[in-house]
DNA sequence: ATATATTTTCAGAAATATTTGAAAGTTTAA
DNA sequence: TTAAACTTTCAAATATTTCTGAAAATATAT
């Protein structure tokens, strides 16, 4: 297989991957794309390299943005803006676990706060089993918060090293 | 707030939940109904509680089966099926984990490794920025398949107690 | 100031995913 | 058997999400 053809395959898998994970396919392909790029690209390359239109670009590129994955480059003397993203994976997978935990984690625990509040008879068998799956996951959930807590601040080797030792 | 007004909450931001992880919204929400329920439910029962059709009931109930969140369950003496979920969290966690890793983690890492052989000159820019990135993800895939298999075999005390205390 | 380049917005169009419901299939009881 | 109870299937309908493209807004150069 030539280059091109890995990258647009490249690209392909990884908007497919980000359809199951709920992210949506364009904005999957625009930071694949600038993944593998090792220049700084517009909104017109994507454009032209994905087959999408101009307002796709823009919006997803904004979302990217927000994500923290990917930002804007000023390169002097051009009037265009330009994007990269990080390219080290391992950076990549904190900034994901660190926003996804902020905008889904800790809105769900603040739920089963409130669900647990919940009033009524706890003799009665609907009841029981509905407090105990709530705090089941708020248990499991607070769990997380402060095991990816820590995760986003580890290092890459401390991680491997430790981790792996540990989990054999 | 009364149970069955929390009942309802936690079935329909189930189900929202759900969606940003790419499963669908009913899947979800059998799975919620099922989990507060101390006692199986036929499908009917589903179909009433959720308001949805035989059809998706009928459908949903089965990925659910597929993912290993539900089981058929035999009452004698019954004519219907009846149905429910595990509820230690925990265990749903991991049978989840278990599950995607196998549909999606194990999947991109065939392709990596297919990606790997890109051909061309090593040299140029473009092919080594594609192939360091191709090697990034393969190498964070692989440990994430390597912790996360450890991790579905631990125990949740195990796990607790361990992981957090490594985590400080 | 004016023109030109560039970015942003957003209503409607298109694509994708989900749901319905009726018909076909299967199982069980008598 | 036969019939009733129940489950499964799937084409079409619906709902949801994403995308387009042209117009508006903004920024930059002359």
């Not at 670009?57 to 994007?83: C, H, Q, S, T």
């Amino acid at each position: 297989m030539n280059l091109e053809e890995a990258k647009r395959q490249f690209i392909a898998s990884w908007g497919a991957f980000g359809t199951n994970w709920g992210i949506n396919r364009t904005m999957a392909q625009i930071h694949a794309l600038l993944l593998i790029s090792p220049n700084p690209q517009t909104q017109d390359d994507m454009m032209e390299a994905l087959n999408i239109s101009r307002g796709n670009a823009n919006m997803n590129i904004r979302d990217l943005i927000g994500w923290g994955l990917a930002e804007r480059v000023i390169i002097p003397g051009e009037r265009k803006e330009y994007f990269t993203a990080e390219k080290d994976i391992w950076k990549v997978a904190k900034q994901i676990v660190k926003e996804r935990k902020k905008r889904e984690l800790e809105p769900m625990l603040q739920l089963m706060d409130k669900l647990e509040q919940t009033e009524g008879d706890k003799r009665d068998k609907e009841m029981k089993t509905f407090l105990e799956v709530i705090a089941g996951i708020k248990r499991l959930g607070m769990q997380a918060d402060k095991t990816l807590d820590t995760l986003v601040k580890a290092e890459e080797n401390w991680f491997i090293n430790n981790l792996i030792k540990i989990f054999r």
